[in-house]
């Protein structure tokens, strides 16, 4: 069946009338201009708003507040809608390689045949990293977590590959940003085969970029590796579906760590240790804990039951989201994948996975859960196709922020390339101790 794109209403970017702020202590009025982007909320333009009153606004957690212009992704959370440049994330999961999004998230448009060609060749020949990288990453403890592994690693390519860039100069940006897509699977790879005790796998520049992952993460010397086009198509969607999300935490963290001219191998780092807490990137070794938990499938009810029950704290990991009140549109399609998954692999009668099923189908007919839209979340389906493909728990972040460092990256140079960009400097209210004198200490 075709995709029906979604009814958006479109707006004309720009100006789109003012509102007026009342000082009801002594009565003064300031208008504020309002905003209009293509699609989705107003806003209301507070940058002069000190300069000409001396009040700051006030929004911790950043609730009502958009911190910048973006052309890359739209969310609206109510109807379950996620555009990437303008396309359905739907439609580019069903059809587009990783990289065809990668080009797109980056330039803003999708690639012609010669433009992916070229785009694919010099990402295939990046994928290595400098020899020098295995020693440092063998300097890790065996059992560090992947995601430690990968904060300094490609913190530490900074120090392998052009410390002192020009973040201003366009071929500059233009290598660390193909360096970046080309060795984040590499070093994701390395970080999984060191806590196994396996040898690195260098990458093979005859497969496509998911299917080279799986090879750097599950091929052996001693032995020939076939990637499946089941699990080369989850994991190219996995990808695909992780791109980009707008400005959550770990890309807000990009931008502000990039706003100060930082090398863009230090940004992404930056990125992905703001993704590693299990608020944001941990989720979905959430699930897995969860289902482990659970332990059989006769012991759903009394979950479910828990889950419901407000004076317990327990929250079925997986269902629900804070942005969208209906199906995450993400979910759906790595459903999908996950079946795909479970059924080539022959593991839906596995009791983890047996169990994972059953408390989707319950779910998704309970009352409680279908009153208040508690959808399984794109976490829910990852963490079960992850464990499923051979992934352990802890290497789940570490893939989430492979497949989203092309949405840093591409944050990255939008921010960068703006002609409004200066540094990010938030202020705050200052709640602490009033003006005081300094005590010597044998006088306190
Ligand atoms: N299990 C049971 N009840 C729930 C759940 C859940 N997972 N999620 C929400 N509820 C209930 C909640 O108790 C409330 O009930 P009532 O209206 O009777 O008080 C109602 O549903 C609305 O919940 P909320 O707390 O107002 O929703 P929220 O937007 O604050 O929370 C959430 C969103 C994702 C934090 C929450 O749904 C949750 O904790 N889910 C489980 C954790 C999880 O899967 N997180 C991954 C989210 S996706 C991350 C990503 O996109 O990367």
Do not use: E, L
């Given at each position: 069946m075709a995709y029906q794109l979604p009814q958006l209403e479109t707006l004309q970017p720009g100006e789109a009338g003012r509102v007026t702020l009342t000082f009801h202590e002594d009565g003064r009025t300031y208008d504020l201009p309002v905003l209009a982007g293509t699609h989705g909320p107003k806003v209301v333009d507070v940058q002069r708003l000190y300069r000409d009153t001396g009040y700051f606004t006030f929004d911790p957690g950043f609730l009502?507040?958009?911190s910048c212009d973006s052309t890359i992704t739209y969310i609206d959370g109510e109807r379950g809608i996620l555009l990437h440049r303008g396309y359905p994330i739907e439609e580019l999961a069903a059809n587009a390689s990783f990289l065809e999004v990668c080009y797109l998230l980056l330039y803003g448009a999708l690639p012609n045949h010669s433009e992916l060609t070229e785009f694919d060749r010099t990402i295939t020949y990046h994928t290595m990293v400098q020899e020098k990288m295995k020693s440092f990453l063998e300097g890790y403890r065996r059992d560090s977590d992947p995601m430690a592994v990968m904060v300094g690693t490609v913190g530490a390519l900074s120090a392998f590959y052009s410390a002192h860039m020009d973040v201003h100069d366009p071929q500059a940006r233009a290598i660390a940003t193909h360096r970046i897509i080309a060795k984040m699977p590499t070093i994701a790879a390395m970080a999984f085969k060191y806590a196994l005790g396996q040898p690195f796998v260098y990458p093979r520049n005859d497969l496509d970029y998911a299917a080279n992952f799986l090879h750097m993460c599950f091929a052996v010397p001693a032995e020939p590796y076939h990637v499946t086009k089941v699990q080369a198509r989850a994991m190219n969607r996995f990808l695909v579906l992780h791109a980009d999300h707008e400005q959550n935490a770990s890309t807000a963290t990009v931008r502000i760590a990039g706003s100060s001219r930082a090398t863009p191998y230090a940004c992404i780092a930056a990125g992905i240790a703001s993704l590693w807490g299990p608020a944001h990137g941990g989720a979905n070794a959430a699930v897995m804990a969860m289902l482990e938990k659970i332990g059989?499938?006769?012991?759903i009810p009394e979950f479910i039951a828990r889950a419901k029950?407000?004076?317990?704290?327990?929250r079925l990991m997986g269902f629900g989201h804070r942005v969208y009140k209906n199906y995450d549109p993400r979910a759906r399609v790595l459903r999908e994948s996950c079946h795909e998954v479970l059924d080539e692999l022959d593991k839906k009668d596995e009791p983890l996975f047996e169990l994972a099923m059953e408390l989707e189908r319950i779910a998704l007919e309970d009352s409680y859960f279908v009153e208040r839209k508690l959808f399984p979340n794109v976490d829910f389906y990852s963490g079960i196709m992850l464990r499923a493909m051979g992934?352990?728990?802890?290497?789940f972040p570490a893939l989430f922020a492979l497949g989203r460092s092309i949405g840093w990256i591409s944050q990255w140079k939008e921010m960068i390339e703006s002609p409004a960009q200066r540094i990010d400097r938030p202020r705050q209210r200052y709640m602490g101790a009033p003006v005081r004198s300094y005590v010597p200490v044998d006088q306190r």
């Open positions: 009502s507040t958009a059989h499938r006769d012991r029950d407000k004076n317990d704290p327990f992934y352990p728990t802890p290497m």
